[in-house]
């Protein structure tokens, strides 16, 4: 796909690096652009863990962009991820988001394919072309990475390998929040539907986390030390002791919060990987969260939730209870965000900035060195999206 904008939509982008021009929010024609750009262009995005289609012939459905993709495990248990296209005339051939098959047939004119993506059969095929020959119609397939056992694609030729791309300070922390080797079990999704744009979704960031969520305050949690990393190609990585108190006398029930800390599980970690993938690990919950935009209007979230492959049984049933009662969109320490999200999209339709303060030190400088709960972390990444949306900044 061209690197080259199929849209010629622009933007003045102010003069400080700490103000965002709320329309970024709002316009829907910034979205071919980003499709193309951004979705299409030089970043790698995870499709699947292999936990999540752990036997032969299991499948998951996603999107790139708008693009339809499905990641399947062949016969010879690789895992592939293909355009759900026929080669055909281009019908779906997955609508399950998860499933299992040993082939895919299409249901307009019954082409079908193994799950190594060759076509086997298509009827009447006397009567096609002369040179037609099966082994051309084969899916199409995209330049694929594996991480700790989560599989990453992308459309863009020239992004540098996955690890370079996510650099050292993104790449150690996530393979913990894999458990470390990605030997993991996938436990179940939680998907909600977010009513902002794309961009607001991922715009949240450390400084609001004790503020906005009550259960903070609630249950007596501070934050412990910690850091955040940020790159200049808009990966951000927090990670933080945790110290939960022993006194909790809101819950009646406070072993939800028991942070049993396994070897490959110590800590708080959350990160944002470019464009949208946050992957977080707080006590004992293990998650990705795959984001989909539906347009320049919502957004699609898959919370997945995952245990360890050497977690005994009294493990596992904590890493469930605490995952379906503490994350997510009715998360005891997250679910407010549902609200604050569609609150900020429809505040976004006034005109003027959004403006980010804490822990800027100078409006006029791009900052990499960030506190642990600075919200200037968000900048580096404001700062990518708008070099690849080709925005000029005002002159200061
Ligand atoms: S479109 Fe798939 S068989 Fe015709
Ligand atoms: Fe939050």
């Given at each position: 796909m061209s690197q080259i904008p199929n849209n010629s939509a622009t933007l003045e982008w102010p003069a400080k690096y700490n103000e965002v021009p709320k329309e970024v929010f709002e316009r829907a024609d910034l979205w071919p652009k980003e499709l193309e750009n951004i979705f299409y262009g030089a970043e790698w995005h995870p499709i699947v863990h292999q936990s999540e289609i752990p036997n032969i012939g299991d499948y998951k459905a996603a999107d790139l962009g708008e693009i339809p993709v499905f990641a399947v495990r062949g016969e010879d248990n690789k895992i592939r991820i293909f355009q759900n296209a026929c080669t055909h005339r281009g019908t779906t051939l997955v609508t399950e988001s998860l499933g299992n098959k040993t082939e895919f047939e299409c249901p307009y004119h019954r082409w079908l394919f193994s799950p190594?993506?060759?076509?086997v059969g298509c009827p009447?095929?006397?009567?096609?072309?002369?040179?037609?020959?099966?082994?051309?119609?084969s899916l199409p397939t995209f330049r694929t990475e594996e991480f700790c056992g989560l599989y990453f694609i992308t459309m863009?030729?020239?992004?540098?390998p996955l690890k370079e791309y996510l650099g050292e300070n993104f790449y150690e922390p996530l393979s913990r929040i894999l458990g470390g080797d990605g030997r993991l079990k996938f436990i179940g999704y939680q998907k909600v539907h977010y009513d902002c744009n794309w961009k607001a979704y991922c715009?949240?960031?450390?400084?609001h986390a004790p503020l906005l969520h009550l259960a903070f305050k609630m249950l007596n949690w501070q934050g412990g030390k910690g850091v955040q990393n940020v790159s200049e190609n808009g990966h951000l990585s927090f990670e933080s002791e945790l110290k939960i108190p022993d006194?909790?006398?809101?819950?009646?029930?406070?072993?939800?919060?028991?942070?049993?800390?396994t070897e490959t599980s110590t800590g708080s970690i959350v990160q944002m990987q470019f464009p949208l993938t946050v992957y977080s690990k707080h006590m004992d919950m293990l998650n990705i969260r795959y984001a989909f935009p539906k347009g320049p209007k919502g957004i699609e979230v898959h919370y997945a939730y995952f245990t360890h492959e050497d977690d005994d049984d009294e493990m596992i049933a904590h890493r469930i209870r605490q995952s379906s009662n503490l994350l997510g969109p009715s998360g005891l320490i997250s679910m407010e965000d549902a609200s604050v999200f569609s609150r900020i999209d429809k505040g976004n339709k006034t005109p003027g900035m959004a403006i980010f303060q804490k822990g800027v030190k100078d409006e006029y400088q791009l900052e990499l060195?960030?506190?642990?709960?600075?919200?200037?972390?968000?900048l580096p990444r404001w700062e990518h999206y708008r070099k690849l949306m080709g925005f000029k900044r005002a002159e200061a």
């Open positions: 190594e993506g060759e076509l009447n095929s006397r009567e096609f072309t002369p040179d037609f020959d099966k082994k051309n119609f863009s030729e020239t992004v540098a715009d949240n960031d450390g400084y006194d909790i006398t809101a819950l009646k029930d406070a072993s939800i919060l028991d942070f049993k800390g060195q960030v506190g642990q709960n600075d919200e200037s972390g968000n």
